[in-house]
């Protein structure tokens, strides 16, 4: 993000003694259910983190209250939305998330083939615009009002790096080490650290980086700075995977998917 944004965590069943059927997860949810899943998941994030950012500037001028009313309400949500959603689709609610799933999954092991990631990742980002639209009109906002907020500086971008490489390195590890099941209060907490702990405040997730372009509102982000938060994005969940393998040297989880 996750974050903000949000971003989500891969889910958790135990592996299936054989390949699941092309259209139907290990969990035995349909491919058009985990889609709708992920479309509906991103959109309550983005409209968490986009209304409460709303929320919290019409209630106090103070920048740091607003961090925090906004950082707190995406805590809360999204450790909701992977408690429920997980068990259907793995709550990836994030590209980075899913794709880096897929290329752990490549060779036959468990998670999202190449066929479910094509269908996640348009959900998502569907999801996230839809969600920011949603939570403009809550608000009396203009449904779509181009952000206006520049975060194109080179600090920035590092910060979504690191954001990003920390959110995949906790998601795997928890996976390779069979705690999947803390994920809900695991990755909440951690993007609601990042909130601080990042010069981006952690988008982590390039669907809610986007989604949140479509909003001119606290937690906005300008079009122009959209392809870099997203290259710095795919280039944190690269270094988070190579701190995956690193770290976790020789440990594999049942799956890489939470339940």
């Not at 390949?19 to 889609?35: C, E, F, I, T, Y």
């Not at 209304?51 to 209630?59: E, K, M, V």
């Not at 999202?112 to 990631?117: E, I, S």
């Not at 990003?164 to 928890?174: Q, R």
Request: zero cysteines.
């Amino acid at each position: 993000m996750a974050s903000p944004a949000a971003p989500a965590a891969p889910a958790a069943p135990a592996a299936p003694a054989a390949p699941a059927a092309p259209d139907v997860a290990p969990s035995g949810s349909p491919l058009v259910a985990r889609a709708a899943a992920e479309l509906v998941g991103t959109a309550a994030l983005v409209a968490v983190v986009v209304g409460s950012g709303i929320q919290a500037t019409g209630l106090t001028q103070d920048v740091g209250l607003q961090l925090l009313a906004n950082s707190i309400a995406t805590v809360f949500g999204l450790g909701v939305l992977i408690a429920l959603l997980g068990p259907v689709s793995g709550a990836h609610f994030n590209p980075a998330v899913t794709l880096a799933e897929w290329w752990t999954a490549r060779r036959g092991g468990a998670g999202v083939t190449l066929r479910d990631a094509a269908v996640y990742v348009p959900a998502q980002v569907v999801g996230a615009v839809v969600g920011a639209i949603l939570a403009d009109a809550m608000f009396g906002e203009p449904l779509v009002k181009w952000s206006t907020h520049d975060r194109s500086s080179g600090n920035l971008l590092l910060g979504e790096v690191v954001a990003t490489a920390g959110l995949i390195l906790l998601v795997f590890g928890l996976a390779r080490t069979d705690r999947l099941r803390f994920a809900p209060v695991a990755v909440a907490s951690y993007i609601g650290a990042a909130y601080w702990f990042t010069s981006s405040t952690s988008f982590a997730n390039p669907a809610v980086t986007i989604g949140r372009a479509f909003t001119d509102t606290f937690a906005g982000i300008a079009p122009g700075s959209v392809p870099g938060f997203i290259v710095a994005q795919l280039a944190g969940a690269v270094v988070g995977l190579a701190l995956v393998a690193l770290v976790f040297a020789g440990r594999t989880g049942p799956s890489e998917r939470v339940d």
